[in-house]
């Protein structure tokens, strides 16, 4: 079998003092993430692997712990503007979450201005959702019109979480937030509908790219924002793999708690057993022996 | 909106609402929609450390940290605090005959001032009413309508009946509680349409303020409560034979999926339980299942297995079985378990009082169980 290739780029200096992220050094980190992930010595020339110009993409963010513990504007702005400098128009390109009360707590500015970046959430007037459920195995959902009809490509900027329910929430979870009742795919530790959701073919055949915002790793007693059991660890984690970055994602957590002196999530009962069934449903890579990690800090 | 303005169907402007609306009658308007959800404090639950919480409602048993909600979707962890958002959001409402709800042996043709917030703590695939009950309430129209304004509603449109319905009530616990208080103040009647999925502590509290409970039994194994239903089958018996031995009356409404819960053997077995746990005399009624959300590639209920499973209810001694959803069948109407003959003849939603004088079958004096009066 033929290994995922999940990159990790940390930088020391991308939080200020009060945590905020750095827009450059946060623009550095994702270039060199990119070369590291296609191979390439200038990440502008990495981009046909994902995007092809012309293309409508979504950026999903992840807003619900609000400006303590999201995918912050100063992350997700800097990329689509880059974006939109570079392969992709920047009017094409939508930042976007379930609320724009959320989005605005975050931080955001809401925007759907011609010509320029856009930002807002699915209740936005004009988005809302399908009129007609999507099913796939287990589950069945509406979906954000925005996911279903205003993008044709995905990247997914996910907060890197602990989750008492999930064990871990990263990208491939950030998805829940594309549909009209992720209330109801909590339980059973979220399997196996983290990855049912994203084998539909509005997330599959769209996603091209996951990078896990680990700047802020809760890494205990999440998804909630507590400040005990957080710590800044300036990362960025990127792959084309959705189960591999999430499976990375979930090793760096499982580090973190290790060093803290708390049990792994197995002895919690609540390892993310969802990353192993979304490999058996062929969607990435889950096993850590199968990943190439590439670390690098700049 | 202008009075003339009626709404017919709930403020959802859902089609599919609109259809399972049909019998009743149409409603003025009542209110704005509301620009906020509530931020009422829920009952029954614990706080946790960290700012957590554990929901004691339901038999899921939610435990849920900082601004996440229950399987409800209804209720949030808002800084440890557990809130219910719809308190007075009402979503739907209309006034029905109180055979569509159905009650066939409570107040017989009677209004009954029907509503609903979004939210369930079930994810029926079949659900008839997707479009409210699986939704969060911001997904939704909501109108204001606090339990007083539910009371007098009600009495300006003579009805002497609330009923709690179309989504799940049992997820608007603490409005449904105020307004069937409020409501009993004014002599109006309180009748609650569950699935029956809630912990004895709630149930018993709430038994102490309604008149009367339907609880939707929706099969008789564990296997379809798991794959289609999304909950546990005991906790739903458990409730019926609580609500049978309280002095709320009770009535079962089975609707029958083709090949889903159809087995005819599963039906005796169920019948058998239901004599054994809380006698013959509560009315079970057996539905016709359309089409819907999740399930759409299976035909509607053909009338004959309504009539083969209603036989074998019969034949197991149950006494007043009823079917569902086919206007015009004799098994719409009650028969005298003790002479046979016809005491209440119904038509879809008409109904005649036949043989009926105060409790008592007219022809050879047999106490009829229900509500009459």
């Not at chain 1, 009060?18 to 590291?36: A, F, H, Q, T």
């Not at chain 1, 979450?97 to 989005?103: H, K």
Request: charged share 25%; with cysteine.
């Amino acid at each position: 079998m033929e290994s995922s290739r999940v990159v990790i780029i940390t930088s020391r200096n991308v939080l200020s003092a009060s945590g905020i992220p750095e827009p450059k050094i946060v623009l550095r980190m994702l270039r060199k993430g990119l070369e590291l992930l296609t191979g390439v010595s200038k990440a502008e020339d990495g981009l046909s692997a994902f995007f092809k110009p012309g293309e409508r993409l979504g950026i999903k963010v992840n807003t619900i712990g609000r400006r303590a513990l999201s995918t912050l504007p100063e992350t997700s702005v800097t990329l689509g503007l880059w974006l939109g400098q570079t392969i992709l128009r920047e009017d094409n390109i939508i930042i976007w979450d379930r609320t724009n009360e959320e989005l605005k707590d975050t931080g955001y500015k809401l925007t759907d201005a011609r010509g320029s970046l856009r930002v807002f959430g699915t209740d936005s007037r004009g988005s809302g959702y399908t009129e007609e459920p999507l099913v796939n195995r287990s589950i069945g959902s509406l979906f954000s019109r925005i996911q279903a009809e205003m993008i044709d490509a995905s990247i997914s900027l996910a907060i890197l979480k602990d989750h008492g329910l999930a064990g871990v929430t990263a990208g491939m979870k950030n998805y829940f937030g594309a549909i009209h009742n992720p209330n109801k795919y909590h339980d059973h530790h979220c399997n196996p509908y983290i990855p049912e959701l994203f084998e539909t073919s509005l997330i599959r055949e769209k996603h091209r790219l996951t990078i896990l915002d680990a700047l802020k790793v809760q890494y205990h007693r999440g998804p909630s924002f507590n400040p005990k059991w957080a710590e800044n660890c300036q990362k960025f984690i990127l792959s084309s793999d959705p189960v591999a970055a999430d499976a990375v994602g979930w090793k760096i957590i499982e580090d973190l708690r290790a060093r803290k002196g708390l049990p792994s999530l197995k002895e919690e009962n609540r390892e993310p057993v969802y990353l192993f069934t979304a490999e058996r449903l062929d969607l990435g890579q889950a096993t850590l022996n199968n990943i190439k990690i590439v670390e690098e800090e700049i | 909106m202008d009075r003339r303005d009626f709404l017919k169907c709930s403020v959802t402007g859902c089609g599919l609402l609109l259809t399972a609306e049909s019998g009743g009658r149409a409603l003025a308007a009542l209110a704005a929609p509301a620009a906020k959800l509530s931020r009422v404090e829920a009952k029954y639950y614990q706080k946790l450390p960290d700012r957590e919480i554990k929901c004691d409602l339901c038999p899921r048993f939610c435990q849920l940290g900082d601004k996440e909600r229950g399987f409800c979707g209804v209720r949030e962890n808002q800084d440890g605090k557990y809130y219910t958002l719809v308190y007075g959001k009402v979503c739907s409402y209309n006034i029905d005959p109180i055979e569509k709800k159905p009650f066939f042996h409570f107040l017989p043709g009677s209004a009954a001032f029907s509503l609903a917030t979004a939210g369930c703590n079930l994810s029926c695939k079949f659900c008839q009413n997707w479009q409210i009950s699986q939704m969060r309430p911001e997904q939704v129209q909501n109108i204001d309508l606090p339990p007083e304004a539910v009371a007098e509603q009600a009495n300006r449109y003579n009805c002497p009946v609330i009923a709690y319905t179309y989504s799940e009530p049992v997820i608007f616990y603490e409005y449904m509680y105020d307004t069937s208080v409020s409501a009993r103040r004014r002599g109006i009647k309180n009748v609650v349409v569950s699935a029956g999925y809630i912990n004895p502590e709630p149930l018993a509290d709430l038994i102490k303020v309604v008149e009367a409970i339907k609880i939707d039994l929706k099969a008789f194994n564990q296997d379809f409560y798991t794959n289609y239903v999304r909950g546990e089958l005991q906790p739903v018996l458990d409730a019926i034979k609580q609500i049978a031995r309280s002095k709320v009356w009770l009535e079962i409404v089975y609707l029958v999926i083709p090949t889903l819960n159809d087995n005819p053997e599963e039906i005796r077995m169920m019948s058998r339980w239901l004599k054994n746990e809380i006698g013959p005399d509560y009315p079970i009624h057996f539905s016709r299942f359309h089409p819907m959300y999740l399930i759409k590639n299976l035909p509607p209920t053909p009338v004959s297995t309504l009539e083969k499973l209603r036989d074998i209810a019969l034949e197991e001694g149950l006494h007043y079985v009823y079917m569902g959803n086919v206007p015009g069948h004799p098994a719409e109407s009650t028969y005298c378990p003790s002479c046979g003959k016809l005491i209440i003849e119904r038509y879809g939603y008409t109904v005649k009082k036949k043989g009926l004088s105060g409790n008592k079958c007219q022809h050879c004096g047999q106490t009829i169980p229900g509500v009459w009066s």
